[in-house]
């Protein structure tokens, strides 16, 4: 009988996962299932998205009112993200996936069955607390489930982003033919509760907790029957090493470590992942989120038109965030953030200087190439960066932070779009915001690190700390 490969630690769980070619069996629906949580986030703003316009109609709401319905998700996620992985570091990943859940359900449906404004409002307050909550634990989770050699798969969250923006549009359609009147936007956001009740089921159901998190916390046992249940790795929990001995042994990392993110190798990881993360997020929450009224300027006033050519913009967003995996692995995913920042910078610039002064299949083809680089580059790489540069112990903080800047630049894109395009028209707004791409490409070039050319952090921090008992060893003889 072969001997069991022992677990002292986290560096041992992250090296037996590390070895497997490929993600099989259960291991591969559970991973699909933490994407799910992401497909929920995405399918609940697009829900609100598409039903912006009969919504807007229906409540005569203002700019102002369409700007904070908008914004509020994003904005409970500045505060929510660092919670979740607050929450995430303490009691683990799987328990705040599945907390998330029961705010979308609730949000879901106050706002579904809405009387007014100040009702939507508070079942989006709802929303963006489960938002917050769940891409900061979902990402760290998916990089602690995925071998390293697999690690640009975790872009594909950005093709599953489009589907269920692409899948609740054309819902938004099918209640469009069944005469559900200026009600559709109802419709649009209840159905999201379906979804995320269904995930919570079979979250609750599927998921186990991280092994890697497990052996950090120096739960060795659990660990190793965790690795089991997931992978059916046949592993033997051993003696804690010295790197876990020492993480269990300091206090447990929280707000107050938050400094840790912006030291020593951490700073620079943090400035580029921040920047990607809130460079997309700005360009797409203004520009991408606003396509059904975009396709209404460029197809005429007709919400059927208006939702088509969404739907169309959307699928060149699935094929650019499955080119993204494929992009990040063989540029890495600094230099594919670069080459998309600069292909939107692009896109921008041109929508700008030529908007109503060209063909409709030349404006068509604009906001394609928006979308395309996008969604192949820093739309994907702005989450998965920040899950793959920080050891298991810091992960989720490090997500939760980048996770608290992207979405300030989600509210900065949505309140902000809204504003400047009323005042200086479509045209001279994208000219406007094509100095958000541009500083993205500038720091993609400046900062160095990309965690796909790099070990594991978690390999490396256990090298580190080990070093350093050995020259204490040393010192003290």
Request: glycine residues 12%; proline residues 4%.
């Amino acid at each position: 009988m072969a001997q069991r490969p022992g677990v002292k630690g986290a560096a041992d769980v992250v090296a037996l996962i590390d070895g497997l070619g490929r993600i099989t069996g259960r291991a591969r629906i559970i991973w699909f299932l933490v994407f799910g949580g992401l497909f929920l986030d995405a399918y609940s703003n697009a829900a609100l998205s598409a039903g912006l316009g009969p919504m807007t109609s229906q409540m005569e709401l203002t700019t102002t009112q369409v700007s904070i319905l908008t914004a509020t998700a994003p904005a409970l996620a500045i505060v929510f993200n660092p919670v979740g992985g607050w929450l995430a570091t303490r009691i683990g990943r799987v328990p705040p996936l599945l907390i998330a859940k029961v705010f979308a359900i609730a949000g879901a449906l106050f706002a579904a069955f809405a009387g007014d404004f100040n009702a939507v409002w508070l079942g989006r307050i709802l929303v963006g607390v489960a938002y917050g909550i769940d891409f900061a634990v979902a990402m760290a989770l998916l990089a602690e489930y995925t071998p390293a050699k697999l690690g640009g798969r975790l872009n594909l969250w950005q093709a599953v982003w489009y589907i269920a923006t692409t899948g609740n549009l054309a819902l938004a359609l099918l209640f469009f033919h069944l005469n559900v009147g200026s009600d559709i936007w109802r419709w649009s956001v209840g159905s999201a509760s379906v979804v995320a009740a269904a995930l919570l089921l079979a979250q609750a159901l599927m998921l186990k907790e991280s092994p890697t998190w497990l052996a950090g916390k120096g739960r060795l046992d659990e660990s190793v029957a965790n690795l089991d249940r997931i992978y059916g790795i046949k592993a033997a929990a051993g003696t804690p090493d010295e790197t876990t001995r020492t993480a269990v042994a300091a206090p447990a990392v929280g707000f107050r470590q938050a400094g840790l993110l912006f030291q020593g190798e951490y700073l620079p990881r943090t400035i580029l992942s921040s920047v990607i993360s809130l460079g997309q997020s700005m360009q797409y929450f203004a520009v991408g989120w606003y396509l059904p009224l975009i396709s209404l300027a460029i197809f005429g006033e007709s919400f059927e038109k208006a939702t088509v050519g969404a739907m169309v913009f959307n699928a060149f967003g699935i094929v650019g965030g499955l080119l993204s995996a494929y992009f990040g692995r063989r540029l890495g995913l600094r230099l594919s953030s670069a080459a998309g920042f600069a292909g939107v910078f692009v896109a921008l610039v041109a929508m700008g200087l030529t908007f109503a002064k060209v063909p409709t299949a030349v404006a068509f083809l604009l906001p394609v190439l928006f979308i395309l680089c996008h969604s192949a580059g820093p739309g994907a790489n702005g989450k998965s960066i920040a899950a793959l540069s920080y050891s298991s112990d810091v992960r989720a903080l490090g997500t939760g932070v980048t996770g608290m800047v992207g979405s300030f630049g989600s509210v900065v894109g949505l309140y902000v779009f809204p504003q400047i395009k009323d005042s200086l028209g479509l045209a001279d707004t994208f000219l406007v915001l094509s100095i958000v791409p541009l500083l993205g490409l500038i720091t993609c070039l400046v900062i160095k690190w990309d965690p796909t050319k790099a070990a594991s952090p978690d390999e490396s921090a256990g090298q580190a700390r080990d070093d350093t008992a050995v020259e204490g060893s040393v010192a003290a003889l």
